[in-house]
Each structure stands twice: as structure tokens, then as C-alpha cells.
């Protein structure tokens, strides 16, 4: 609204200035009415030339997102999948299952390259972190080994000591080293 006030204003005037001619024949406008109308344009051109546009945030490329794992996500539609692209490796990673582990908490990854042999086994290369603490390692690793295009399902315990691993948890953290980089990071926000 406020960058039209001034052109509104401007019309106002103009319509005015029209409006109050006294009727009958034309007559050329005084000279002091042509001088404060000329003011009057010049005065609200220069106010719309110098308005500044209102700022508008861009996000950061290089921030990680995050999601809160919840009912709502899935429908709403947000990705649960990351994607590191480190090295000649693309990896992506979706949790399948965060929102109700019953015996395991699985990922389903896919690695692509042309130029590395992905012929590792990812169930000695991962872990899963959360931030309460708890660190476990994979329990196995169900996918295909070596080629260019490997994909497969990393599945971790859902229980560290009888406890639920996610208990208490607000971010979840898994890790793959040595994967043509010395580490690759995927992290998700988790909530009850």
C-alpha cells in the first residue's frame, strides 16, 4: 500500500486539478496553478523513484535441512532424503521406517558413480548417532554389492539395553566413512 499512496495521490490531484476548472469555455491554467500541479508531479515521481523494494531473505544453499519426523510429514509430503554428493559418489539416504520402529530403524541408500567400485560393505562403514548420546552400529547391510549403481537397505537395532534408541532423541545422525570421502553426514530432526 505504501508504494501505490503516492500514485494514488498523484491521480487525486490530477483529478482535482480537472475537476475544479470553472465551466465554460477553455482558458489557458494560470501560472500558479500550472506551477503547483508541475510541483505537485515532480515532488511524487521523486518519492516513488526513491522508494527502496522491501528486502527479501534468501536461505542459505549450503544449510543442511532438517525435518521433524513426524504423522505430519508424510502428509504433507516433505522428503525424508538426503543426499550427499562428496567425491565421484552421489549417496542418497531415506529413513523408512523413524516414525514407528518396531525391531530395526532402516535406511534405504543408493550410491552412484561412474569412476568408483562400490563393492563395500556399508554395515562396517556406518553408524547412527543420536544426541543423547547413544551410538550403534548397523546390524546388516541388505544390498548389492559392487558395480556403479548400488542400492540397498541399512538396517540399525531399534533398542540399545532395552531402551529405545530414539527415547529422548531430537536429532538422529548416521555416518558412512569411507565411501570415496572420509565421512558423509545425514541428519534429521525427530520428535514425539
Known sequence: MCKRF?????????FTACTAAPEGPPTAPTTDRSATLS???AATMSAISTET?????????????TVVIT????????SLTRTDEQGAVIVDVTPSNLSSPVD?????????????DLSMDLAALATLETDTGLIVAPLSWEGMSGGHHV???????SQVDGKPLLAG?????????NVDAPE?????????
Do not use: Y
Open 6 to 14: 503516492p500514485l494514488l495521490f498523484l491521480f487525486f490531484l490530477l
Open 39 to 41: 510541483a505537485m508531479v
Open 53 to 65: 523494494p522491501a528486502s527479501t531473505a534468501t536461505p542459505d544453499p549450503s544449510a543442511t535441512p
Open 71 to 78: 504423522n505430519e510429514n508424510a502428509s504433507t509430503g516433505q
Open 104 to 116: 530395526s530403524i532402516d535406511f534405504e541408500v543408493g550410491m552412484n558413480t561412474h569412476s568408483v
Open 151 to 157: 542400492s540397498g537397505k541399512l538396517v540399525f537395532p
Open 169 to 177: 532423541a531430537t536429532t538422529l545422525t548416521l555416518v558412512i566413512s
Open 184 to 192: 558423509r553426514t545425514f541428519i534429521w530432526k525427530i520428535g514425539s
